[in-house]
């Protein structure tokens, strides 16, 4: 497994793990046409978001973030937030999650940033990442997940 900075190379394989992503958030809602995903996608490439794609030894997408530097618009000191951190289903067992976060902790910190996560879904993630990570937990509230939070 290695992960990669995002190139075009990887765009479609990047919609549809953010289309997977939002309908594992949101299983009860009705999920709009594909022409949405790559409108929020094509967002973050103009804005200059931080993606990483997880890669296995074939070349095929694991997972990936989707970070960026928070100032509150100039209202507050810099924080490195940690927006998307997905990983597909088949791969959630093994080192991937891991593997992303500490390269987001890496780079925040190399920016002289904390990450700040907003959400902690599912699967043993907010154990993990308070073992492994000096990640600063977020208030949010994601309505319909799996596990009831």
Known sequence: MRIEKFTLSYYEELVEMYRLFITEIYPSRKIGTNYFFHKVVMEWIKNNRDINIALDDKGKALGFTMCYE???????????????????????????????????????????????????????MAEMMSKHFSIVPKFVIMEGTQDGI
Not at 81 to 107: D, M, W
């Open 70 to 124: 928070d100032n509150n618009g100039g209202t507050t000191s810099s924080v490195y937030n940690g927006e998307i951190i997905y990983v597909n289903k088949q791969s959630r067992k093994s080192k991937v999650a891991y593997k992303l976060f500490k390269i987001t902790e890496k780079h925040a910190h190399s920016l002289g940033m904390q990450v700040v996560g907003s959400a902690l879904i599912q699967g043993g």
